[in-house]
């Protein structure tokens, strides 16, 4: 069983439409959540943190996490064309700060005009 | 402010050489990780480096090394390159202790072996 599970896709989504990404992880010490944005032939770019069961709001992006069923997701509304990226889930597991990321696959979204 | 800044961007080496990538934090930040990203696939934990010492270390041979200077730049290492070792090479940095700990990346080393 892999850590950190994603679907690859790609998730096809129409422009304005909600994108729905799921993400399961094995590691139940996993304590902090981030989904990073990455481009094709680019590097991965932040885009949400999460730290607490619930959800988290930053503009057009909500992350959920729940703990208890080893899962966190990413809601991405209103989707456009510039949203068409893979999306990697990154749980860490903070027995000290700092410590190293473990990224799933990632899921490809294309976001169709 | 500076982000996270590597180099080179793209590199050709040939099976059995040896290669040396850069990396330079972002400002305030003194943890630098490098990751190893291979096409289709998410990045994959090599190493960590904090205080000049590497912190802790992912599933890859010895023949990745690494090192961090005083100024929190750091360096990785790689010998006896296989084809294998073609991947987009990442470093992160981040801020070890503090409310702020999320990880930047920097735009990447592109790294063909032939």
């Known amino acids: 069983q892999k850590e950190v599970e994603q679907n690859s896709g790609p998730l096809s989504v129409p422009e304005g439409a909600i994108a729905s990404l799921n993400c399961t992880y094995s590691?139940?010490?996993?304590?902090?959540f981030f989904w990073y944005r990455q481009y094709s032939g680019k590097s991965p770019e932040l885009i949400m943190s999460?730290?607490?069961?619930g959800d988290k709001e930053d503009g057009r992006f909500t992350a959920q996490l729940n703990k208890a069923s080893q899962y966190v997701s990413l809601l991405i509304r209103d989707s456009q064309p510039s949203d068409s990226a893979t999306y990697l889930c990154?749980?860490?597991?903070?027995?000290?700060?700092?410590?190293?990321?473990?990224f799933g696959g990632g899921t490809r979204v294309l976001v169709k005009p | 402010d500076a982000g996270v800044t590597q180099s080179p961007t793209h590199l050709i080496k040939t099976r059995g050489q040896q290669v040396t990538l850069r990396c330079s934090p972002k400002?305030?930040?003194?943890?630098v990780s490098w990751y190893q990203q291979a096409l289709g696939q998410g990045p994959q934990f090599i190493f960590q480096?904090?205080?000049?010492?590497?912190?802790q270390r992912g599933n890859f041979p010895d023949r990745f090394s690494g090192h961090q200077f005083p100024n929190y730049s750091s360096e990785l290492n790689v010998n006896a390159l296989l084809l294998g070792d073609s991947a987009l090479y990442l470093c992160?940095?981040?801020?070890?202790?503090?409310?702020?700990?999320?990880?930047?990346f920097g735009q990447g080393t592109r790294l063909t072996v032939v």
């Open positions: 590691d139940r010490g996993s304590q902090s």
């Open positions: 480096y904090y205080e000049e010492e590497e912190r």
């Open positions: 992160a940095s981040s801020l070890r202790w503090g409310g702020n700990t999320e990880a930047f």
């Open positions: 990154a749980p860490r597991y903070d027995k000290a700060a700092g410590n190293k990321l473990t």
């Open positions: 999460i730290y607490s069961n």
């Open positions: 400002s305030g930040h003194d943890t």
